[in-house]
């Protein structure tokens, strides 16, 4: 059983930056890849990163490629991310997620993430 909580959302104006934080429970954190993924208003949740188990290998959508940055500090249980030139159109609730799968990244897909966190709004206005 793996237990998540986001942080680090809040308001800014394009441009800005954000640093979310993603504070998981349980000694096998660091077996897992993780991911994070977000939902805006009337939309499905998509994909926005993903990390494998050491951070070594990462993965992103188109979207936020050159402009978020996704980590992972095991010794503290976290993943993060930074995201840099924020725009209106990455408004959303922003949740991270886990793979117990495996230690490497197998998917971007909702459905194949079983641990959820309860999600943090980030808000962008132009």
């Known amino acids: 059983q793996v237990q998540l909580v986001e942080s680090g959302g809040g308001s800014v104006q394009a441009g800005g930056s954000l640093r979310l934080s993603c504070a998981a429970s349980g000694r096998t954190f660091r077996s897992y890849a993780m991911g994070w993924f977000r939902q805006a208003p009337g939309k499905e949740r998509a994909f926005v990163a993903a990390i494998n188990w050491n951070g070594v290998t990462t993965y992103y959508a188109d979207s936020v490629k050159g402009r978020f940055t996704i980590s992972r500090d095991n010794a503290k249980n976290t993943v993060y991310l930074q995201m840099n030139s924020l725009k209106p159109e990455d408004t959303a609730n922003y949740y991270c997620?886990?793979?117990?799968?495996?230690?490497?990244?197998?998917?971007?897909?909702?459905?194949?993430?079983?641990?959820w966190g309860q999600g943090t709004q980030v808000t962008v206005s132009s």
């Open positions: 997620a886990v793979d117990s799968r495996g230690a490497v990244v197998r998917s971007t897909n909702v459905g194949d993430y079983d641990y």
